[in-house]
T-cell receptor, first 114, second 116 residues
Framework: AQSVTQLGSHVSVSEGALVLLRCNYS??????LFWYVQYPNQGLQLLLK??????LVKGINGFEAEFKKSETSFHLTKPSAHMSDAAEYFC????????????FGQGTELSVKP | DGGITQSPKYLFRKEGQNVTLSCEQN?????MYWYRQDPGQGLRLIYY???????QKGDIAEGYSVSREKKESFPLTVTSAQKNPTAFYLC???????????????FGSGTRLTVV
C-alpha cells in the first residue's frame, strides 16, 4: 500500500529564508506525487505535481520540488519565504490502483517570521 | 466557471442527530471523494465514487454514508454512529488527464462540522 510521510508538523522560517518541507513516500509502482497548500478554512490548492519526465518540478508562487527515486523523497523548496507563504502544506501520492484516489501526508504548518 | 460547491460552510449538530453535507460539481468529473481533516492527521478518505450509482469505503467510513444518484452530486451523511464527528470535511473530484493514470483533481472549500 502506498503511504506518505511528512517530516515535521510545524516549520518556522524567517522572511527571506529558504523554505524546505520534507516528504517521503512508499509506493510499489512509479508514483504520481503532489504538493498542495491550504489556507485556514479553505480547500486545497495545487502547488505542483510530478507525473513522469523531469524530476525537478516547478510550481506556482516560486515553489519547486525534486523527485528522488533513490531516496523515495519529494521535498518542497522555495528560495526566499514571504509572509504570504504561511499556510499548511500537504504532500500526496495518487493511488493508481484504486481509481486515482489521493493519499495524503499528515501536513506541515509553515510559519513565516518577519 | 466550473468547480465544486460545498454547503454549508459551517454546520452545527446536536449529539444524536444525522446531518448531510452537500457536494456539487459542474466539471463533468466521473470520480468524487470525501475527506475528513483533523489537526495533525492530514486528510483521511471517507468514501469515494468512480461512477454514478457506485461507491466504495475509504479508510474511515464507519459512521458515514453516501449516495451517488447523479454525476454532479455526492452528498455525505454523518450519522449518529459517528462518535467524534467534529472536523473539517473536504469534497473533491477528479478526471483522467491523458487517458492514463494521470488525474486532475479539484477540491471544494470545505464544511466545518461542530457537535454542540
Amino acid at each position: 500500500a502506498q503511504s506518505v510521510t511528512q517530516l515535521g508538523s510545524h516549520v518556522s522560517v524567517s522572511e527571506g529564508a529558504l523554505v524546505l518541507l520534507r516528504c517521503n513516500y512508499s509506493s510499489s509502482v512509479p508514483p504520481y506525487l503532489f504538493w498542495y497548500v491550504q489556507y485556514p478554512n479553505q480547500g486545497l490548492q495545487l502547488l505542483l505535481k510530478y507525473t513522469t519526465g523531469a524530476t525537478l518540478v516547478k510550481g506556482i508562487n516560486g515553489f519547486e520540488a525534486e523527485f528522488k527515486k533513490s531516496e523515495t523523497s519529494f521535498h518542497l523548496t522555495k528560495p526566499s519565504a514571504h509572509m504570504s507563504d504561511a499556510a499548511e502544506y500537504f504532500c500526496a501520492v495518487s493511488d493508481d490502483n484504486q481509481g486515482g484516489k489521493l493519499i495524503f501526508g499528515q501536513g506541515t504548518e509553515l510559519s513565516v517570521k518577519p | 466557471d466550473g468547480g465544486i460547491t460545498q454547503s454549508p460552510k459551517y454546520l452545527f449538530r446536536k449529539e444524536g442527530q444525522n446531518v448531510t453535507l452537500s457536494c456539487e460539481q459542474n466539471l463533468n468529473h466521473d470520480a468524487m471523494y470525501w475527506y475528513r481533516q483533523d489537526p495533525g492527521q492530514g486528510l483521511r478518505l471517507i468514501y469515494y465514487s468512480q461512477i454514478v450509482n457506485d461507491f466504495q469505503k475509504g479508510d474511515i467510513a464507519e459512521g458515514y454514508s453516501v449516495s451517488r444518484e447523479k454525476k454532479e452530486s455526492f452528498p455525505l451523511t454523518v450519522t449518529s454512529a459517528q462518535k467524534n464527528p467534529t472536523a473539517f470535511y473536504l469534497c473533491a473530484s477528479s478526471t483522467p488527464l491523458d487517458g492514463g493514470l494521470n488525474y486532475g483533481y479539484t477540491f471544494g472549500s470545505g464544511t466545518r462540522l461542530t457537535v454542540v
